[in-house]
């Protein structure tokens, strides 16, 4: 039977494939970024991969998730995207965890066995533990800033956390990164300005407690997964698994 990727191959070759095949990543969030992220990841022939997310699939999910339909509704995020990942390749190499990832939780990944990580998470705090955490084990990190509020795929791109502007949650980003002694963080951002949205709340939001949500597209989210993959399997293929250094955080590391 012809090899799923022998289309890919004919662009990375043999040698390409092998690398990609053996290459563990981790998605941190299953939500528009992180879903397209890990399933374009499978799709390019990466052969391990560990998902975490501690979230279940709701309707507001469905303008933008790839995992998010009428049949996962109410499913588990890593359960339903376990079914659709292990569909497009039976033999990946699957890890899931269904968790929020914080300092309780953190000791449960060891960062030191994963080839690139891909943070698709929104939450500060884990954002930086993240970027603790893959220093720490010389790990290559690729985080997304906000893609909420915007409409224009094009404005995406990948650059060094200091070469950011306009985005709320880059501005942050910054200023924490700057303070715990943080460079040459990676991120994919959009230099678009963010819309402000007619409505901020919601029964459901209500009900989680939340005060507001930024307004998404189908276009944003997902792109900025695929650019966030694209990025990863480039990176892989030029310096080999565990010999990447373009993505390690700091010359100077400073503990949280």
Not at 117 to 139: F, H, P, Q
Not at 162 to 171: D, F, H, Y
Not at 219 to 236: E, K, W
Request: charged content about 20%; some cysteine.
């Amino acid at each position: 039977m012809e090899s799923i990727f022998a289309r890919t191959q004919m662009l990375f070759g043999a040698q390409g494939m092998e690398c990609l095949a053996c290459a563990h990543v981790a998605v941190f969030g299953l939500g528009g970024v992180g879903g397209q992220a890990a399933e374009t990841l499978v799709r390019a022939g990466v052969g391990q991969l560990t998902i975490c997310d501690n979230d279940t699939v709701s309707n507001t999910n469905r303008n933008r998730q790839l995992f998010a339909t009428a049949y996962t509704t109410g499913m588990v995020k890593t359960e339903a995207a376990a079914e659709r990942l292990l569909a497009v390749n039976p033999d990946l190499k699957l890890h899931r965890r269904t968790c929020f990832f914080d300092r309780d939780t953190a000791s449960a990944f060891d960062f030191s066995a994963y080839d690139y990580v891909l943070d698709c998470i929104d939450t500060v705090t884990s954002k930086l533990l993240l970027i603790d955490c893959c220093a720490e084990a010389g790990t290559p990190l690729l985080a997304c800033l906000g893609t909420g509020n915007k409409t224009d795929p094009t404005r995406l791109q990948v650059s060094d956390i200091s070469k950011t502007s306009v985005c709320p949650l880059a501005r942050v980003m910054r200023l924490e990164c700057k303070k715990r002694g943080y460079c040459h963080y990676r991120v994919v951002w959009s230099d678009e300005m963010p819309q402000q949205p007619d409505v901020t709340q919601t029964e459901e939001l209500l009900a989680k407690g939340r005060r507001s949500i930024p307004a998404s597209t189908p276009f944003v989210p997902p792109a900025a997964g695929i650019l966030m993959a694209r990025t990863c399997v480039m990176d892989l293929l030029s310096g080999g698994c565990k010999s990447l250094k373009s993505g390690v955080i700091p010359k100077k590391y400073k503990p949280l």
